[in-house]
């Protein structure tokens, strides 16, 4: 099987040859692991590659936004501000080389600040595709490229400071948290649907975990989450494509939500302490709805050099999660660059050709 094959075989819940190795990865990453080693970790393992498609207040509020938005950089950080008819929206993003950005300030502070996001005029949002395309041609058949679509509850989640969204947002202005979330899903299907008229079938979903434990709790879920997601995934479905949907942290009371809401695979299925459910009850409670994928930690595992802790931990993994299919062997989907991470990944193929072959099937 080509790795494409290996994935999609999986994500349908059947036996492919061998357990997929997939690192969730974007172009940062390849672009600091350098040519040589970027090129070998697409030759050896199953990657799984996202590409951001828009700026995020163009993905949330549509078109309109795009002309209403301006940026500029001083240093080590960008300054945004979003024109509205009600008044001006402006964050601070601390800009770190090579890593990940973070906000500095939000562009919601009140929930008054909602109103003036949901007074900009809607249009659906104009994709270029041109980045997405290159990505598909370069890696092809030797994993698969997803359009990364985000989900309705990042908007809320990203653009408040976890404080504010705690006590302002969610629990004393509910209501206008739900016309928020229905007008960026309404965008992120307009999105999605353009994907899948344009040929695209891999998406990744990420944002419910703000509705695990790590921003509010679970009890939010059925609220802020599985409304809006089961829509975009379930029209993924309907239309031949797949859902890779990430969420961190603990999962134990949510995990049947993510089964029901029609995506394909849930990951990183962290264990404890990070997470708070093992992969064996994960897998005997829906492994046979969803494929699992991930369990191995990026940082305090695959990133130590350790070889004989990965092959232990590996080789759990595969025991737990590799019998009847869906099962993907990979890490807790950091994306953040190391060389050991790299060569850790590069020994856990090793370790799949050698112990996660299906039987009756040849490498």
């Known amino acids: 099987m080509t790795s494409k094959e290996r994935i999609v075989t999986t994500f349908e819940l059947e036996e492919p040859d061998?357990?997929?190795?997939?690192?969730?990865?974007?172009?940062?990453?390849?672009?600091?692991?350098?040519?040589d080693l970027s090129r070998q970790i697409i030759r050896t393992t199953d990657i799984a590659f996202y590409v951001n498609l828009l700026p995020d207040y163009v993905l949330y509020l549509g078109e309109e936004a795009r002309g209403r938005c301006q940026t500029r950089t001083e240093g080590r950080r960008r300054y945004e501000i979003l024109?509205?008819?009600?008044?001006?929206?402006?964050?601070?993003?601390?800009?770190?080389?090579?890593?990940?950005?973070?906000?500095?300030?939000?562009?919601?502070?009140?929930?008054?600040?909602?109103?003036k996001a949901l007074s900009i005029p809607y249009k659906a949002p104009r994709l270029d595709l041109a980045e997405y395309r290159a990505w598909e041609k370069k890696i092809?058949?030797?994993?698969?490229?997803?359009?990364?679509?985000?989900?309705?509850?990042?908007?809320?989640?990203?653009?408040?400071?976890?404080?504010?969204?705690?006590?302002?947002?969610?629990?004393?202005n509910t209501d206008l948290v739900c016309r928020l979330l229905e007008r960026v899903n309404r965008s992120i299907m307009d999105v999605t649907k353009q994907c899948l008229d344009a040929g695209i079938r891999f998406f990744m979903m990420s944002g419910p975990e703000l509705a695990s434990q790590t921003i509010i709790g679970p009890e939010w879920f059925p609220r802020f989450v599985s409304p809006y997601d089961s829509r975009v995934a379930q029209m993924i479905r309907q239309n031949g494509g797949y859902t890779w949907c990430h969420c961190h942290g603990k999962i134990a009371k949510i995990h049947r939500n993510f089964a029901d809401l029609g995506i394909h695979v849930l990951s990183p299925c962290e264990k404890p302490p990070q997470g708070d459910i093992g992969l064996i009850a994960l897998k005997a409670s829906i492994g046979e709805r969803i494929c699992l994928a991930g369990n191995l930690d990026d940082l305090s595992l695959i990133s130590t050099g350790n070889r004989d802790l990965?092959?232990?931990e590996t080789l759990t993994c595969l025991k737990a999660g590799m019998p009847?299919?869906?099962?993907?062997?990979?890490?807790?989907?950091?994306c953040v660059f190391s060389r050991k991470n790299a060569e850790g990944y590069l020994y856990m193929c090793e370790l799949r050709d050698q112990f996660g072959i299906y039987t009756g099937k040849r490498i």
Request: charged share 25%; aromatic share 8%.
């Open 140 to 172: 092809d058949n030797e994993g698969i490229v997803m359009a990364h679509v985000g989900n309705a509850l990042c908007c809320p989640g990203l653009w408040f400071s976890p404080e504010e969204y705690i006590i302002q947002a969610c629990h004393e």
């Open 83 to 115: 024109e509205t008819p009600q008044g001006a929206l402006t964050s601070k993003i601390h800009v770190e080389q090579n890593m990940m950005d973070w906000a500095e300030k939000h562009f919601f502070e009140t929930p008054e600040d909602i109103d």
């Open 18 to 35: 061998k357990v997929p190795v997939c690192p969730r990865l974007d172009s940062l990453w390849l672009r600091n692991a350098g040519e």
């Open 310 to 312: 990965i092959r232990d």
């Open 324 to 334: 009847g299919g869906g099962y993907i062997l990979g890490g807790t989907e950091g």
